[in-house]
């Protein structure tokens, strides 16, 4: 074997290493950003065990961090229990503000999750530690592969799947492994909502 063969074959064995050493860094800074501020999108549905934060303009008295309790609900000054697992930040701060109306004309309510503690995804398939995963932030597909350590070497990781409850049915989106990984079609590498399922068969 010459000079430059070897040089190739220390390059094809060194690459994986670094992909894999570079997924697990990229999970390990996930891990650690994990208990910071997340800004859910509107249409984020609250979970049990989220932590939200909630606020009524210019009533001092008026404001708490609550955990939602497993029957989905939450316990707020005058407003007494309000279920708020199911819904929108904006649905539940609607719900408030009626409650509060008799005591507080015209109240500003304001609901913001700080804390996706009932944030959790499930893997699947041919991962290396397949199960449901709680995370404390979004993740994308390629992060949930990672927190399930990564595909074996039997994965048709052409033809992963991701299936979404959406309204009573099941959505299906595809995702092409191999192609984000090599920087293509990256906007199949969505973000995951809560009970999402990786499937990597």
Do not use: H
């Not at 800074?29 to 303009?57: C, F, G, K, M, T």
Request: glycine residues 8%; proline residues 6%.
């Amino acid at each position: 074997m010459n000079s430059s063969s070897r040089r190739s074959c220390w390059w094809a064995r060194l690459v994986p290493v670094a992909v894999v050493s570079a997924l697990m860094w990229s999970g390990a800074l996930d891990a650690a950003a994990a208990d910071e501020p997340v800004s859910p999108p509107p249409d984020y549905r609250i979970a049990a065990e989220d932590v939200l934060q909630i606020s009524v303009w210019k009533e001092e008295g008026l404001e708490r961090e609550v955990i939602v309790r497993p029957d989905g609900g939450v316990s707020f000054p005058l407003a007494g229990n309000v279920i708020a697992a199911g819904k929108t930040p904006s649905e539940v701060e609607a719900e408030i503000a009626t409650r509060l109306q008799r005591f507080i004309p015209d109240a500003v309510v304001t609901v913001s999750v700080v804390r996706l503690q009932g944030m959790r995804v499930y893997v699947t398939g041919q991962v290396r530690n397949p199960g449901q995963f709680t995370v404390g932030r979004y993740v994308d597909v390629l992060q949930a592969i990672t927190l399930a350590g990564g595909l074996t070497p039997f994965a048709k990781d052409g033809d992963i799947k991701i299936i979404r409850r959406e309204d009573g049915r099941e959505v299906i989106y595809k995702f092409n492994f191999g192609e984000v990984r090599k920087g293509e079609n990256l906007g199949q590498n969505i973000v995951l909502r809560t009970d999402d399922v990786v499937v990597v068969p």
